[in-house]
């Protein structure tokens, strides 16, 4: 089975998660380290409330924020074997807190919040990288307050091209940074307070 990594840090540190298999990009190891090295030096502490891996794939970052003490995570997968190789690396890492949700990550944002686990405090969005208008759409739905999504000063981080360009403010979410990772690129947004 195709290989997605390690757990960085935290209680399963050091353990090898799988991967689906061709058409995912599994996290970097060090892609990896700097979104979670961020998280856990923000003074918002987006590590200590409820944490939604959309587009989640073998479900890596929803897995290395449980590790690093996230109370729980969401996982939302559209595709039934990469669904059921995050529950695997659940498993494996012996991790609680986590559930997997099989389904469309623009259905699920349509959906009840209190139902999927939320209000969040940190997200990580990560679609295929060709399918922009598909993370725009995931990113409107997450920073619209009236849906309810984010807790206030939640961080969002986005997985994308290098090369697209981010919006500086969507609805309630603000850019704060951006870096580059060779042809990745990670983008930070905080939910400003309503």
Request: hydrophobic letters at 45%; glycine letters at 12%; one cysteine or more.
């Amino acid at each position: 089975m195709p290989d997605a990594g390690r757990v960085i840090s935290g209680r399963a540190g050091g353990l090898r998660l799988a991967a689906p298999g061709e058409g995912t990009r599994p996290f970097a190891d060090r892609v990896k380290q700097a979104l979670f090295g961020s998280l856990e030096a923000d003074p918002e502490e987006p590590l200590a409330g409820p944490f939604l891996d959309l587009f989640a794939g073998s479900g890596a970052a929803g897995i290395e924020a449980l590790s690093r003490g996230a109370p729980s995570a969401v996982f939302v997968e559209r595709d039934t074997g990469a669904a059921r190789v995050i529950g695997d690396n659940l498993r494996r890492t012996a991790l609680e807190g986590g559930r997997v949700v099989r389904a469309d990550v623009l259905r699920f944002l349509d959906g009840d919040v209190i139902a999927a686990g939320g209000p969040f405090s940190a997200a990580v969005v990560d679609p295929p990288y060709a399918e922009t208008d598909l993370l725009l759409s995931a990113l409107q739905r997450i920073a619209d307050p009236s849906r309810g999504w984010l807790l206030p000063g939640a961080v969002v981080v986005c997985k994308h091209a290098w090369r697209w360009t981010s919006e500086p403010n969507l609805g309630s979410l603000e850019r704060q940074r951006q870096k580059r990772f060779g042809e990745t690129a990670l983008t930070w947004y905080r939910r400003l307070a309503s």
